[in-house]
């Protein structure tokens, strides 16, 4: 049986869309969470995941961040957005202002929209894409980074 490769659905200007198998904890040569930990810095980056979308928001944070672990992330932190005055929060923007990743999952879209929309949080998400710092999201993550995910926000 030929091993299924799980690649990149689609990256663009940084963005690295996953999809269910990376989800579902099955890895390839090409898994992104790798892509992720790679071009955020490896050991010495500093990812944030922001589960806010996930059915179970602190068990995805604390899977997500062993699995980062274990490919070789350096610092991880699980950043937890549960209302809208915590992405607007300053502690929040400040540890995101200091990533170099971003891994945002679940596919809530609604939920991730009403909480971050319009927020300091979801702004300085699109500016340190801007500086270059590598987002890795599901879809409705990558949704709600609106066209700018295609276009360089």
Not at 19 to 31: K, P, Q, R
Request: hydrophobic share 40%; glycine share 10%; charged share 20%.
């Amino acid at each position: 049986m030929q091993t299924p490769e799980y690649s990149l659905e689609k990256r663009t200007h940084r963005v690295l869309l996953l999809d269910d198998d990376v989800l579902s904890g099955a890895s390839g040569a090409t898994d992104p969470l790798c892509a992720l930990v790679s071009q955020s810095g490896q050991r010495s980056g500093r990812i944030v995941i922001l589960p806010a979308a996930a059915p179970d928001p602190v068990d995805w944070g604390r899977r997500f961040a062993r699995r980062l672990l274990t490919l070789g992330a350096g610092l991880v932190t699980v950043l937890h957005v549960e209302t809208r005055s915590h992405a607007n929060d300053e502690n929040a923007v400040i540890v995101m202002t200091q990533a170099t990743g971003i891994l945002m999952l679940g596919d809530q879209h609604e939920l991730l929209t009403s909480l971050l929309e319009e927020t300091e949080l979801l702004r300085t998400i699109r500016q340190r894409q801007r500086e270059g710092c590598v987002i890795a999201a599901t879809r409705a993550g990558y949704s709600l980074l609106g066209s700018g995910a295609g276009s360089g926000l």
